[in-house]
């Protein structure tokens, strides 16, 4: 399947690695490539591309500034953030701007293409190292308070978090639990308002942080359904 990517990042010998490493390989091609902020804006809603690939310190307002701009134009374009090293803060804003990948400039190109393969699944893609540092933070957060963030919900609701945190639709997780789907529905948004979480991704992000810890994996559990997606390390269903 081909892959039309668009590059964006300030360095020109950044941008030519990129398109050695992608362009042609694995049915991706280059389409375009820009060196600001102002012509990746104007690029990815002129071309279209499938992933827009946008360099975090992208001159002028930076690949975070330009990532809003094009998920409020056109929500389901794909979008992949590169970072040099990024802190959870600026991951998780991403992740809530709508970002569908999030990858270090220093992975491995094995790493980028499965990012890409990834997104263009339809995941939300974070590379194993990011995903380890956000769960060591959070587990720090939580072993400094009284008690776990799932203390608050019911027989009931835990059984959804867990099931949709797992990667199940409504309608799979309402099969299990045999109820109906606006039941299971109306459990997600009571779990989404006690968990104070602003996304489906932030519920999942939370269901694999706590059976990392659980675990003690610390880089990333999985657990999944054959139609809800999968929960692994590096990687995120999309949410439905």
């Given at each position: 399947?081909?892959?039309?990517?668009?590059?964006?990042?300030?360095?020109?010998?950044?941008?030519?690695?990129?398109?050695?490493?992608?362009?042609?390989v694995g049915g991706n091609e280059v389409v375009g490539e820009a060196a600001d902020s102002r012509t990746a804006l104007s690029l990815t809603l002129k071309l279209a591309p499938d992933i827009a690939l946008l360099?975090?310190?992208?001159?002028?307002?930076?690949?975070?500034?330009?990532?809003?701009?094009?998920?409020?134009?056109?929500?389901?374009?794909?979008?992949?953030?590169?970072?040099?090293?990024?802190?959870?803060?600026?991951?998780?804003?991403?992740?809530?701007?709508?970002?569908?990948?999030?990858?270090?400039?220093?992975?491995?190109?094995?790493?980028?293409?499965?990012?890409?393969?990834?997104?263009?699944?339809?995941?939300?893609?974070?590379?194993?190292?990011?995903?380890?540092?956000?769960?060591?933070?959070?587990?720090?957060?939580?072993?400094?308070?009284?008690?776990?963030?799932?203390?608050?919900?019911?027989?009931?609701?835990?059984?959804?978090?867990?099931?949709?945190?797992?990667?199940?639709?409504?309608?799979?997780?309402?099969?299990?639990?045999?109820?109906?789907?606006?039941?299971?529905?109306?459990?997600?948004?009571?779990?989404?308002?006690?968990?104070?979480?602003?996304?489906?991704?932030?519920?999942?992000?939370?269901?694999?942080?706590?059976?990392?810890?659980?675990?003690?994996?610390?880089?990333?559990?999985?657990?999944?359904?054959?139609?809800?997606?999968?929960?692994?390390?590096?990687?995120?269903?999309?949410?439905?």
């Open positions: 399947m081909t892959c039309r990517l668009l590059l964006a990042d300030g360095h020109w010998l950044i941008r030519c690695g990129l398109r050695s490493v992608l362009h042609g360099c975090l310190r992208l001159p002028d307002d930076g690949g975070l500034s330009v990532l809003r701009l094009i998920k409020h134009q056109r929500r389901a374009q794909k979008v992949i953030l590169l970072c040099d090293g990024s802190g959870e803060h600026t991951v998780r804003e991403a992740l809530r701007a709508g970002c569908d990948g999030f990858v270090r400039k220093d992975a491995s190109s094995t790493e980028l293409l499965a990012a890409i393969r990834s997104v263009q699944a339809g995941q939300v893609y974070l590379d194993a190292e990011i995903s380890r540092r956000m769960v060591l933070s959070d587990h720090r957060r939580e072993t400094q308070g009284q008690s776990g963030p799932l203390h608050a919900l019911s027989a009931r609701e835990l059984a959804v978090f867990n099931l949709v945190g797992a990667g199940c639709t409504n309608r799979v997780a309402a099969e299990r639990l045999q109820l109906s789907p606006k039941t299971v529905e109306k459990y997600r948004a009571a779990v989404m308002q006690k968990l104070r979480l602003r996304s489906a991704v932030d519920l999942r992000l939370l269901a694999l942080q706590l059976a990392d810890v659980q675990s003690g994996a610390g880089a990333g559990a999985g657990a999944g359904s054959a139609e809800g997606g999968t929960i692994h390390s590096g990687r995120f269903a999309s949410p439905t």
